[in-house]
C-alpha cells in the first residue's frame, strides 16, 4: 500500500527563516515523490519532483530511502512562499498519485 | 493554452441524484486522471483513462464511473449520490503510455459539488 504522511497540518515561519516541511512515505517498490504548491486562489500546481533534482523558487527536497523522507527545505523564507504544499508519491510506471494531507504555510513578515 | 480545463465550477445536487463532470485536458497530453479532495484532506485517486480505458482505479464504488473520448477529454459520472460525495473533484492531465511513465499531471481548478 502507498501512503504519505505530512506530520504539520499548519506551519509558520518568519521572513528571512530557513524552512522545512516533512514528508514521509510507505511503498514497497521503487518510489518517485513529488511536492505540489497550491497558492491562494490558484490551481494545485508541481512544485518538484526528486528525479529532477532541481531547486524551483529556491526550494529543495532530497529522497531518503534509509528514512523514508522527502522534506522540503528552503534557506531563507520569503512572503511569496505562503501557500499549502502537498507531498505526493507514485511508484514507477504506475501513474496514480497518492497525496498526503498537505502543510499550510504561513510566513510572518 | 489555458492547461487544464473543467465544467461547471460548482454544482448542488440532493441525495439519491447523478452527476457528470467534465474535464478537458492541456494541450498535447492524452491521459486524464480524476481526483476527490474532501474538505481538509489530500486529494485521494478515484481514476486514470487512457487510450479511451480506464487504465486504473482507486478505492471507489462502482457508483463512479467515467469515460474518456477520441478526443481525450474526459468525464466522472457519479451514480446514487450521498452526502459523504460533497468534495472538490479534480481532474489531471499528462502525457500517457510507457514511454512518458510518471510523466508530471497537471491540474485543473476542480468542481465543487455540493450534496444536499
Not at chain 1, 23 to 45: A, D, I, K, T
Not at chain 1, 84 to 102: I, P, R
Amino acid at each position: 500500500a502507498q501512503r504519505v504522511t505530512q506530520p504539520e497540518k499548519l506551519l509558520s515561519v518568519f521572513k528571512g527563516a530557513p524552512v522545512e516541511l516533512k514528508c514521509n512515505y510507505s511503498y514497497s517498490g521503487s518510489p518517485e515523490l513529488f511536492w505540489y504548491v497550491q497558492y491562494s486562489r490558484q490551481r494545485l500546481q508541481l512544485l518538484l519532483r526528486h528525479i529532477s533534482r532541481e531547486s524551483i523558487k529556491g526550494f529543495t527536497a532530497d529522497l531518503n530511502k534509509g528514512e523514508t523522507s522527502f522534506h522540503l527545505k528552503k534557506p531563507f523564507a520569503q512572503e511569496e512562499d505562503s501557500a499549502m504544499y502537498y507531498c505526493a508519491l507514485s511508484g514507477f510506471g504506475n501513474e496514480k498519485l497518492t497525496f498526503g494531507t498537505g502543510t499550510r504555510l504561513t510566513i510572518i513578515p | 493554452d489555458a492547461g487544464v480545463t473543467q465544467s461547471p465550477t460548482h454544482l448542488i445536487k440532493t441525495r439519491g441524484q447523478q452527476v457528470t463532470l467534465r474535464c478537458s485536458p492541456k494541450s498535447g497530453h492524452d491521459t486524464v486522471s480524476w481526483y476527490q479532495q474532501a474538505l481538509g484532506q489530500g486529494p485521494q485517486f478515484i481514476f486514470q483513462y487512457y487510450e479511451e480505458e480506464e487504465r486504473q482505479r482507486g478505492n471507489f464504488p462502482d457508483r463512479f464511473s467515467g469515460h474518456q473520448f477520441p478526443n481525450y477529454s474526459s468525464e466522472l459520472n457519479v451514480n446514487a449520490l450521498l452526502l459523504g460525495d460533497s468534495a472538490l473533484y479534480l481532474c489531471a492531465s499528462s502525457l500517457g503510455g510507457a514511454r512518458y511513465s510518471n510523466q508530471p499531471q497537471h491540474f485543473g481548478d476542480g468542481t465543487r459539488l455540493s450534496i444536499l
